[in-house]
């Protein structure tokens, strides 16, 4: 390996030590950097979570401060990003599908510069993958130095060496970084970073650093511009949004930051990804409080087993998991719950998944995004002994999958012959007579009208339900 290469060290990434600074000036550029990108283009892809396309839109940012535009395709791309997902072997999979598909695009135009960032190159292994098998890779670099790229795309320029720079230590909170917004009506909005639960099958922890919240005061200020920017909804972002102001020593701090974003006006709210484990009362007393909280929580079970749960490192039991369900449920009304659920973890008896469907049958979920256990490499659980096999797990996945549909499709169809809410995200690709948007409940709804104008809250009469959309017509 090349002296200068900086390297990412799973051992340092789960240390949680050192204080976190928020940086307001920290970014700046060069007259050079910023003239990099002129006559050049750009081209991200993106893979994985909201957090990664939060990301990707500070990438894109970046990029255009520099000069670059963006590229209608890959293939003509001057820079190309990969923003890269290693939540499960299949999402790095698909990314070394992309890195071998860019081969020829490297043979054809010799000066492209392709880079790959995001969660995967955060894992030694994976980069050395990359180093050793994949030369058309010219740039690497990681989830804790997105600042760098300016000087990284400089080096990668002009050096005849790959560049390679991954932080294993999440550095300090940069408020100035620049946003290129791939939507104009709802934005994703960072809350926090980084997630020190350590659940045991998980490597978001590894790659995402500690938790470090952003200040209530700068999270308010860009609620405020994007309203006066005409944005309709914003998502509050966090690995874990309940633990939300803890490194700031602030108590029950999400339920603060909520209520403030709440009082700021903007038309809608979401937040993701909630805990189970710290979902506090005055958490639902809030979202039940507030006309722009949305009734729509995504709250993770994993596994409806108690044994499982403390094996994965959970922190609650099904007990627990039940009364926060059940608060929730009475205290907001009609609020929608979706759910996440991995099948097969290691030695998951026939009993234990036949308990996870036991929940999944009570909790009734609207939407459920279900996983087969992936080893992740470093994680406690990917060193498991395991007794079950794949047939196996993916005979209960698609058991599960079934309960999935089900209970989906019923919850759609209590809403026929209501009218709904929807805010209007535009006509559809194949018939412009028919709208999409979505409802307070996070329900897909593809309506009929003769007009319907993008960024607008209107009236739609639903009249049928399917199994992951709703189908209706513009109240006049
Ligand atoms: N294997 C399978 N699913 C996983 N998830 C996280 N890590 C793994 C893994 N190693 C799922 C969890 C999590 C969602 C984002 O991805 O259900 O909530
Ligand atoms: Fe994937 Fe997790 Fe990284 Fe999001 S934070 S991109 S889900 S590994």
């Not at 200040?215 to 914003?234: A, F, P, T, W």
């Not at 994680?379 to 989906?408: C, G, W």
């Not at 009218?419 to 535009?426: D, F």
Request: proline content about 3%; some cysteine; glycine content about 6%.
């Amino acid at each position: 390996m090349k002296t200068q290469w900086k390297l990412p060290d799973t051992t340092q990434a789960k240390k949680r030590l050192g204080e976190v600074e928020v940086l307001y000036d920290q970014y700046e550029l060069t007259p050079q950097q910023k003239e990099l990108g002129m006559n050049k283009t750009y081209f991200i892809k993106t893979y994985g979570c909201q957090a990664n396309e939060r990301d990707s839109e500070t990438l894109a940012g970046i990029l255009q401060t520099m000069s670059y535009t963006p590229s209608e395709t890959i293939d003509e791309a001057d820079v190309i990003l990969l923003n890269t997902c290693s939540i499960r072997e299949n999402a790095n999979n698909k990314v070394f599908g992309e890195i071998g598909n860019l081969k020829h695009v490297k043979t054809q135009n010799p000066d492209v510069i392709i880079g790959v960032c995001g969660c995967m190159t955060q894992e030694e292994d994976l980069v050395k993958r990359i180093l050793q098998k994949h030369h058309q890779v010219d740039l690497i670099f990681g989830t804790h130095n997105i600042h760098r790229l300016p000087d990284l795309l400089h080096q990668a320029h002009f050096s005849k060496e790959r560049t390679v720079e991954v932080f294993s230590k999440e550095g300090d909170i940069i408020e100035n970084l620049p946003t290129k917004r791939f939507n104009t009506i709802k934005a994703w909005v960072n809350i926090m970073y980084g997630c020190d639960k350590f659940c045991t099958y998980c490597i978001v922890p590894f790659t995402r650093g500690k938790e470090r919240s952003r200040l209530i005061e700068d999270i308010i200020e860009e609620v405020n511009e994007l309203k006066s920017n005409g944005y309709k909804e914003v998502t509050l972002l966090g690995q874990n949004v309940n633990a939300y102001g803890k490194d700031l020593r602030l108590d029950d701090g999400f339920a603060s930051l909520l209520e403030e974003v709440a009082k700021t006006g903007i038309e809608r709210i979401r937040f993701t990804t909630s805990h189970p484990w710290n979902f506090t009362s005055k958490m639902i007393q809030t979202i039940s409080d507030y006309d722009n909280i949305m009734p729509y929580i995504h709250l993770p079970l994993q596994s409806g087993s108690n044994d499982v749960l403390r094996r994965m490192g959970r922190r609650y039991t099904i007990e627990e998991y039940m009364d926060v369900f059940n608060k929730i449920k009475a205290t907001i009304p009609r609020c929608s719950i979706s759910t996440d659920i991995i099948v097969g973890f290691p030695n998951e008896t026939d009993e234990q998944f036949q308990q996870t469907l036991d929940v999944f049958n009570e909790c009734k979920y609207d939407n459920a995004y279900t996983f087969i256990f992936s080893p992740r490499s470093g994680t406690p659980a990917a060193v498991l002994e395991d007794h079950i096999d794949m047939e196996t797990k993916r005979r209960r996945l698609q058991e599960l999958n079934e309960l999935v549909k089900k209970y989906s499709l019923e919850n759609n169809l209590k809403y026929v012959d209501e009218i709904v809410e929807v805010l209007v995200e535009g006509p559809s690709k194949k018939d412009e007579t028919v709208f999409t948007g979505y409802t307070p409940q996070q329900k897909l709804v593809n309506f009929t009208a003769h007009d319907a104008k993008e960024g607008c809250l209107v009236k739609v009469h639903i009249t049928s339900a399917k199994t992951w959309y709703l189908i209706g017509q513009l109240v006049d």
